[in-house]
Structure formats: structure tokens, C-alpha cells
T-cell receptor, first 114, second 115 residues
Framework: AQSVTQLDSQVPVFEEAPVELRCNYS??????LFWYVQYPNQGLQLLLK??????LVKGINGFEAEFNKSQTSFHLRKPSVHISDTAEYFC????????????FGAGTRLAVHP | GAGVSQSPRYKVAKRGQDVALRCDPI?????LFWYQQALGQGPEFLTY????????KSGLPSDRFFAERPEGSVSTLKIQRTQQEDSAVYLC?????????????FGSGTQLSVL
């Protein structure tokens, strides 16, 4: 079975500071990796995904993530956050060759303060 | 429509009542998923449709939960004899095709409160 662990439930940060949201996964088979963002009262939006190839993935809104197979991690980073980045962030995996059934972590609440 | 639409946005039910939650996916999307998101948790998979076929219902928590997509477009998630533990946000998502790397589009969800 697959599982996803998001190591921080909440991350407070000041505006324009860098941020890293941590994600580790467990799987005995190959997986795809995703980060989704959920703004209040909105649906989840895809930030970025890792399917294959370069381990550094760039997404929308200046976010990037790095796949580390040996550490089974897929941490999300942004060099300078804005107030508008305040949201819930979810890491997820799906099985390689499957039909996009996502297994989510519990989420990390990013709170950006002025 | 432009996105995945879910209705109602909020639903309050008395314990023991039946409820029906509706999902209108993006027109033409083949795949449709239902997820349950409890307070403070990530979404958990409930069931998956490819067109009108329900290919995976392994996440449905009990036989009180039933989902259908009879014409391969609109889907309904029905919960019979609701219990307090059913209180959650129910999310619907769709994608244009079935492969794993297809982008999923999520609706804003239906927040169900069982009193």
C-alpha cells in the first residue's frame, strides 16, 4: 500500500521569506507525485507534478519541488512567499500505470504574515 | 460549464436521513472521482468512474454509501441513514481521460453536517 506523510501540519512564515513544505511517501511500486493547493472555499488546484525525467519540477506561482528517490521525498519550495500563498497544501501520489487515483497526505497549512 | 460544479454547497442532515450529493463534471470528461475530506485531513478516495462504469468503489466506507453515473456525465453520491461520522466535505474531481498523469479538476465540494 502507498502512504504520504506531510511532516508539518502548520508552517508560519513572513512575507518574502523562503519556505519549504516537506513530504515523504511510502510505496513498494513506482508512483507519480503531486502537490495540490486548496484556497478557502475553493477546489484543489494542481501546483506541479513529477512523472519522470528531471527530478526538479517547476510549477505555477513560483513553486518548485524536488523528487529524491533515495529519501522517498518530494519537498515543495518557494524562494519568496506572498500573502496570497496562504492556503492548505497537499502532497499526493498515484500509482504508475494506474488511473490517477490519488492518495493524499494530511496537508500543511501555510500562513504568510506581513 | 467552465469547471466541476457540486451541489448543494452545504447540507445539514439529521442522523438517519438519506442525502444525495450531485457532481457536474467538465463536459466530455471521461474520468470522475469522489473523495471524502474530514476536518483537518487530506481527501480520501471513495470511488472512481470511467464514463458510466464504476471501476473502483474500494474506498466507500460502508454499504450506506452508493454512487452512480448513469449516462457518463453527472454523478450522484448517495448516503443512506446518515451518521455523525459521515460529516465531511465531499469532493468531486474529473479528468479528460483515464491515464494516471491526466490533470484532475476538483469541485469546491459539498460540506455535509450530520446532527
Amino acid at each position: 500500500a502507498q502512504s504520504v506523510t506531510q511532516l508539518d501540519s502548520q508552517v508560519p512564515v513572513f512575507e518574502e521569506a523562503p519556505v519549504e513544505l516537506r513530504c515523504n511517501y511510502s510505496s513498494s511500486v513506482s508512483v507519480y507525485l503531486f502537490w495540490y493547493v486548496q484556497y478557502p472555499n475553493q477546489g484543489l488546484q494542481l501546483l506541479l507534478k513529477y512523472l519522470s525525467g528531471s527530478t526538479l519540477v517547476k510549477g505555477i506561482n513560483g513553486f518548485e519541488a524536488e523528487f529524491n528517490k533515495s529519501q522517498t521525498s518530494f519537498h515543495l519550495r518557494k524562494p519568496s512567499v506572498h500573502i496570497s500563498d496562504t492556503a492548505e497544501y497537499f502532497c499526493a501520489v498515484s500509482l504508475y500505470g494506474g488511473y490517477n487515483k490519488l492518495i493524499f497526505g494530511a496537508g500543511t497549512r501555510l500562513a504568510v504574515h506581513p | 460549464g467552465a469547471g466541476v460544479s457540486q451541489s448543494p454547497r452545504y447540507k445539514v442532515a439529521k442522523r438517519g436521513q438519506d442525502v444525495a450529493l450531485r457532481c457536474d463534471p467538465i463536459s466530455g470528461h471521461v474520468s470522475l472521482f469522489w473523495y471524502q475530506q474530514a476536518l483537518g485531513q487530506g481527501p480520501e478516495f471513495l470511488t472512481y468512474f470511467q464514463n458510466e462504469a464504476q471501476l473502483d468503489k474500494s474506498g466507500l466506507p460502508s454499504d450506506r454509501f452508493f454512487a452512480e453515473r448513469p449516462e457518463g456525465s453527472v454523478s450522484t453520491l448517495k448516503i443512506q441513514r446518515t451518521q455523525q461520522e459521515d460529516s465531511a466535505v465531499y469532493l468531486c474531481a474529473s479528468s479528460a481521460r483515464a491515464p494516471t498523469n491526466e490533470k484532475l479538476f476538483f469541485g469546491s465540494g459539498t460540506q455535509l453536517s450530520v446532527l
